[in-house]
């Protein structure tokens, strides 16, 4: 029998974002200086309400420690949890609960210490 992990939620990448703009200690606006993406947009894909595409992954992989392509995984993943919630429970409109903060620290704690070592090891460009 196979081990397979069905989630019952679903965790927009906006949230990971969030985290990841406060372990950086860095501010929308200075991603948004840092991307050439602006404040808004930064300010909507955090609040859930727009996607990461490629463009925008690549835009964070200059910022982030992290590759354009764990980005895409992010919101692919986030995609797709949506499509298994609304077959599942028979809904026609997407299903956007989104994880409350604590629950997103146990999702994000395997990668906060690389990241803050990251981070203390090499300061973000300015």
């Known amino acids: 029998m196979e081990n397979k992990y069905i989630p019952n939620y679903a965790v927009h990448p906006g949230v990971v974002l969030a985290d990841d703009l406060k372990l950086a200690k860095i501010t929308q606006k200075e991603l948004a200086v840092k991307t050439g993406i602006p404040k808004t947009i930064i300010n909507e894909i955090i609040k859930g309400k727009r996607g990461i595409n490629a463009k925008i992954a690549v835009l964070f992989e200059r910022v982030f420690a992290y590759e354009a392509s764990y980005w895409l995984r ?53």
Request: glycine share 2%.
């Open 74 to 126: 992010l919101q692919s993943f986030y995609e797709e949890t949506l499509a298994r919630l609304e077959l599942e429970k028979g809904i026609d409109a997407p299903y956007r609960q989104v994880a409350k903060p604590d629950e997103v620290a146990i999702l994000c704690s395997f990668r906060q210490e690389s990241y803050k070592a990251y981070c203390e090891a090499f300061v973000l460009a300015s």
